[in-house]
């Protein structure tokens, strides 16, 4: 078997990392020169894709290819995979495409529970552009009979991205929206659960995420306790001083159910919740 990787990243390096073994040849993708040093040197074939263009010897690799996994953002004229492979995935026929999205793709739906066959409501910008990329997706598994599964990812966290590294650098805060909770998911639960799901390669649509929607300002004061130190001051939502993008988050109030990746995939959380992961990370610092 053989996997092609659409953006290398946090996330699809750790499904990388967890899959390799059941592939014969990786190969994957990244914007720069320099960083495609770095996947030869973790044993991935680089190959050059800024999305606007054809990458040269892409076409040839999707050929070959039995599994692709996507981790590319859309952008306002579509998914750039589509866009400029998109033929190229359907010549090869592989027998399992992933595509990694977003819970964001649901919107505000003021602390509800949410699951995948929810009505999506994307407000922001970059959401809206998630539900048409997952969209044009679906329509190419149904043109192409080519199995498509569809992962809608949570806050990610893991080692080096985590509470412990916003104390490390100084930039810790709990900040306070009454009735706000957040779903995340560690990265080595997104590895495992794609994973999962690529030995049933059926189209389908799966929420990867924690088992505990809970407010941010709790994990901050558990991260400080593990740390043995004093949590920051509590910082009321309307007060802060937040970015556009940060403060958008926050006008999207949801729990996500995981229980389709439970029951369908049979799969168990590594990290059920942010204090099992918290423990475990901190051992990374």
């Not at 076409?59 to 692709?68: D, F, G, S, V």
């Not at 100084?170 to 779903?183: C, E, M, S, T």
């Not at 991260?223 to 006008?251: C, H, K, N, Q, W």
Request: glycine share 8%.
């Amino acid at each position: 078997m053989k996997l092609f990787v659409f953006g290398v990243g946090f996330s699809s390096r750790a499904f990388i990392d967890e899959a390799r073994e059941q592939f014969d040849w990786v190969g994957g993708t990244t914007r720069s020169a320099e960083k495609a040093e770095a996947l030869k040197d973790m044993g991935v074939e680089p190959f050059l894709f800024d999305g606007t263009t054809k990458g040269a010897g892409i076409a040839e690799a999707l050929q070959a290819a039995t599994h692709i996994l996507v981790s590319i953002a859309p952008n306002e004229t579509g998914d750039p995979v589509l866009l400029q492979h998109g033929n190229d995935l359907a010549a090869g026929k592989p027998q399992w495409i992933g595509y990694l999205s977003t819970v964001g793709v649901y919107g505000n739906h003021d602390g509800a529970w949410v699951d995948e066959d929810t009505e999506c409501r994307p407000v922001s910008r970059r959401s809206v552009q998630r539900v048409a990329a997952e969209t044009a997706w679906l329509d190419f598994a149904t043109a192409t009979d080519v199995p498509v599964q569809i992962f809608r990812l949570s806050g990610i966290y893991g080692p080096g991205r985590n509470a412990f590294e916003n104390f490390k650098k100084g930039k810790a805060r709990r900040l306070v929206k009454p009735g706000q909770v957040f779903n995340r998911i560690h990265v080595s639960d997104i590895a495992g659960a794609v994973n999962a799901a690529m030995s049933s390669p059926t189209t389908r649509i799966f929420n990867v995420t924690d088992d505990e929607p809970a407010p941010p300002q709790d994990v901050v004061a558990f991260a400080a306790d593990l740390l043995g130190v004093e949590p920051p001051a509590e910082i009321p939502f309307e007060t802060a001083d937040l970015t556009p993008m940060a403060r958008s988050f926050y006008g999207e109030n949801k729990r996500v159910s995981n229980r389709r990746v439970k029951d369908e995939l049979g799969y168990t959380f590594r990290f059920p919740n942010y204090r099992v992961a918290l423990q475990d990370l901190l051992s990374y610092i």
